[in-house]
């Protein structure tokens, strides 16, 4: 999570949509930068809400807004997947590298998601709070330009972005069924996806 006390902005750090490679970037011109615990770096609207929203309307601006980036769902699943097919997780309830990516899907679209598949949700992160608090800016993964080009006008400078955290590059594909299943349980993550424009 980076805050931005001049721009009235918070990027809010949605997991496996680029945020690292931003965070990079913009950290030496950010006001606040929460990298550690993972908790707090990738902490949801709800979380913010709760914790960061009321010190900052208070001590930065009543104004302040909120920024999160959303991927693709079927793409972010892919992106989960290869990251924790990393050695380092070989053996641990969390690791991938046993099973395939359908296999993976197959388990994200259960209610109860075993430990590799238990992943949260794009929907999750961002969703509105009861006492009105909402992200205000959605930016698509894939629309890197749109992203860029905001950022630099609210925070009125030119941004040179690198390559961060990025899973190694592997064929994957679903079946048919698999996708269809993905698409009906997970229908809002979806629509999410498309109504940014």
């Keep these: 999570m980076l805050i931005f006390s001049k721009a009235k902005l918070v990027f809010l750090s949605m ?18 930068i ?4 993972p908790e707090l770096k990738h902490a949801p609207l709800y979380r913010y809400n709760r914790f960061f929203r009321p010190m900052l309307e208070k001590f930065v601006s009543p104004d302040i807004e909120t920024l999160a980036v959303v ?26 590298a046993e099973i395939s990516f359908e296999e993976f899907v197959q388990a994200y679209c259960k209610g109860n998601r075993p430990e590799f598949a238990n ?4 929907v999750n992160f961002i969703k509105p709070q009861p006492n009105g608090t909402k992200v205000d800016h959605l930016f698509r993964y894939e629309n890197q330009a749109a992203l860029l080009a905001f950022l630099e006008e609210r925070l009125e ?5 690198g390559r961060e955290n990025v899973s190694p590059a592997m064929p994957l594909a679903l079946s048919a069924g698999t996708e269809e299943k993905l698409r009906r349980k997970c229908a809002d993550e979806f629509t999410l996806w498309q109504s940014i424009a």
């Design 15 to 32: 997991p496996k949509t680029g945020t690292t490679a931003f965070e990079t970037a913009l950290a030496p011109y950010a006001s606040q």
């Design 34 to 37: 929460v990298s550690d615990p």
């Design 71 to 96: 991927r693709e769902p079927i793409d972010w699943l892919g992106s989960w997947y290869r990251y924790r097919r990393r050695p380092f997780l070989a053996g641990k309830p969390t690791s991938t």
């Design 119 to 122: 992943i949260g949700s794009q």
């Design 157 to 161: 400078m030119k941004i040179e972005l």
